[in-house]
């Protein structure tokens, strides 16, 4: 491995998923954790990463005229890392039938249970959210609506009850506006964790992402063993180098 380049591609995937490839925004994450001492199990992963956007290049994001209201979309995989056992927190915020925001990675510190970890995703989320508000602002268009969107009714009543903060003194609480919604229809899941292939096709529809079905129908669709390789593979892989 000490003769691949294995920065490079991965610099350039995060440069693909950042501009309009949210559906790879979790899998580019995993392999961006060992820029410093890959392993081959990761370069393998990488590979198969070129290839799904080789066979899927004409996918694209596309915005039509629908609903004009930023709708935000949050999810979090409690202890995700095999390695630190810190979080992985992802949100997607869509505006006229697209996704316009997103973004997957580890939380700093390690949570100390699943209402922490989802309300720090939240939160981020809603970060995010008011800023693309100011933002549409001051292009003009008025959004005064603020609405996440997430599967947890413990995180929503701990937002809307402020009884409960000297429970969390170690968490900044502040004034969210959440709903509850179906897993099925979170749309940030494709943020965080492994999923379905159907789901992973529904998922990008609802970003916006024009999805060509036959990709689907071939079969070439092997994502989530890809990923899951990964995961298992990187603890055996710091535990050698220990």
Known sequence: MSKVLYSFPVGSLMYTMICTRPDIAYVVGVVSRFLSNPGKEHWNVVKWILRYLRETAKWCLCFVNGDSMLLGYADENMAGDV???????????????????????????????????????????????????????????????????????????LAKNPMFHSRFRHMYICKLKLKKIHTDFKLSDIMTKTIPTKR?????????????????????????SSIIKVDSHSSEHANSNT
Not at 105 to 126: D, G, M, P, R, W
Not at 131 to 156: P, R, T
Not at 204 to 223: D, K, L, M, P, S
């Open 200 to 224: 992973v096709k529904d998922h990008c529809q609802g970003a916006g992402i024009v999805v060509h079905t036959n990709y689907f129908e071939r079969g070439r669709f092997v994502g989530n």
């Open 83 to 157: 390695n630190s056992r810190k979080s992985t927190s992802g949100y997607l915020i869509t505006f006229v039938g697209g996704a316009v925001s997103w973004q997957s990675k580890l939380q700093k510190y390690i949570a100390l249970s699943i209402i922490e970890v989802e309300y720090i995703t939240a939160a981020e989320a809603f970060k995010e959210r008011l800023w693309m508000k100011k933002f549409l602002n001051d292009l003009g268009h008025d959004v005064d609506d603020y609405l996440v969107n997430c599967d947890n009714q413990s995180v929503i009543h």
